[in-house]
């Protein structure tokens, strides 16, 4: 049997590329059966995605588990229980291993303390490294400040305080209190479980780590010295299906899809209305996520701020022509953005900064898009395709056919054994 755990995800937050870890590990072992432990709204977003891409999981057992936010000592009492559950059901059904879909430095800590129990010795762990894991590349500690917080929700509100509505106003000190106890406890954890040092801590062979892009490796050794650790690189998951051809748009459509970066993208906006543009064009966002950017009229946002489902997202990529991927070189240097899978997914050409996640995929070899080295080079570069579309469309053409001929390099069935390695002892 295979146990895999999401410990952080709701709803629909890395469904598609955790039903393609879940797809990947059962095609890696068809006679396994697959336990899932995962909040109960990501286990219907997880099975509503493969019904939808036509995938069927055999054998598979969903066991609904739940969690807090992480970041509260609640939370933190409510994590140690719930992994001593899940571990305490692996050791009863004689298993001994644990993939894990997502981790932070918490939770590790958490693991690796009950590893210690003679009942859990035994038990060995692969863990995927997403967003948390960019941290073992900053060196800075910072604080949040408690002072404004004290202020406001203590000694402010108590100063205010009416007597005819002191019920309500204990119970909103009382949050106030819980709000500064929630402060100091991620100070701490900030000071005593940074990622870093847990990964370093009580190191072992029982411990396996999947990186998410080829360029990972190669940045993990400024920071961490990989020695003794046991790092496997299997590309972000992600289930391709055939994607439907179009017809060419009167004018060029670009999109920002899934989480964006608004502040970023005000900064394009701002310097793409200052070129001269004489043709019509749209820049869709595809989340919900518009802020700074309502004063610009060629930038329409369908979900009015409103989570938008999986299948209205493909309602309305369908139509784009290039993907906005607005990362910078500070960004995503130890894991990979799901922008860029999403791209391939979709079969759409990315207009994206000098970034190592984003340059892995975009090689000059075989280009996928446009890689622009400053935002000023970005606005030039989109208003080039806006006043001559035409001439673009070859390019995008040829942009399209590449990303086809990467999709097979990188698809899940294609990386078994790189995924097998990461969970065999």
């Not at 204990?170 to 040092?197: E, Q, S, T």
């Not at 570069?381 to 001439?391: D, K, L, R």
Request: charged fraction near 25%; aromatic fraction near 12%.
């Amino acid at each position: 049997m295979i146990a895999i755990c999401e410990p952080e995800c709701k709803s629909f937050s890395h469904e598609k590329f955790n039903s393609g870890f879940i797809y990947g590990l059962r095609l890696a072992y068809p006679q396994d059966k697959i336990l899932f432990y995962a909040d109960l709204s990501h286990i219907e977003a997880i099975k509503r995605i493969l019904e939808q891409n036509g995938i069927t999981i055999g054998d598979i057992e969903y066991i609904p588990i739940k969690f807090l936010e992480t970041g509260s000592p609640v939370a933190f009492i409510q994590y140690s229980l719930l992994f001593y559950r899940i571990l305490s059901d692996l050791v009863v059904l004689g298993m001994d291993k644990l993939f894990l879909l997502s981790f932070n430095s918490q939770n590790l800590y958490l693991i690796k303390r009950l590893k210690q129990r003679q009942k859990f010795s035994g038990i060995k762990f692969t863990l995927v490294c997403h967003g948390i894991f960019e941290t073992i590349a900053d060196e800075r500690i910072e604080r949040i400040s408690l002072q404004s917080i004290k202020e406001r929700a203590i000694i402010g509100r108590i100063r205010q305080a009416k007597w005819k509505r002191l019920p309500r106003k204990v119970i909103n000190v009382i949050k106030g209190c819980y709000a500064a106890l929630v402060v100091y406890w991620n100070n701490i954890c900030l000071k005593w479980l940074p990622l870093k040092k847990i990964l370093l801590w009580r190191q072992s062979v029982d411990f396996k780590y999947i990186l998410l892009a080829q360029q990972s490796i190669v940045n993990v050794r400024k920071y961490i010295d990989v020695k003794g650790f046991s790092f496997h690189t299997v590309v972000l998951p992600t289930i391709f299906t055939e994607v439907a051809s179009r017809e060419r748009n009167e004018y060029v459509k670009f999109a920002v899809f899934g989480y964006g970066y608004p502040a970023m993208l005000q900064k394009v906006l701002s310097c793409l209305s200052s070129k001269k543009v004489n043709r019509a064009y749209e820049i869709r966002i595809i989340g919900m996520d518009n802020s700074g950017t309502e004063g610009f009229s060629n930038v329409t946002c369908p979900s009015s701020g409103k989570p938008l489902s999986r299948k209205e997202m493909e309602k309305y990529v369908s139509d784009i022509d290039i993907f906005l991927i607005l990362y910078d070189r500070s960004l995503y240097r130890l894991t990979c953005s799901g922008s860029i899978m999403e791209a391939l997914s979709y079969v759409k050409p990315v207009l994206h900064f000098d970034n190592d996640c984003i340059n892995a995929f975009n090689k000059k070899e075989s280009p996928i898009g446009i890689c622009c080295d400053s935002v000023d080079r970005m606005a030039d570069t989109m208003a080039g395709i806006i006043n001559n579309y035409s001439e673009y469309v070859p390019k995008l053409s040829g942009y399209r056919d590449n990303i086809l001929t990467l999709r097979k390099q990188v698809a899940v069935e294609n990386n078994l054994q790189q995924l097998k390695d990461a969970f065999t002892w």
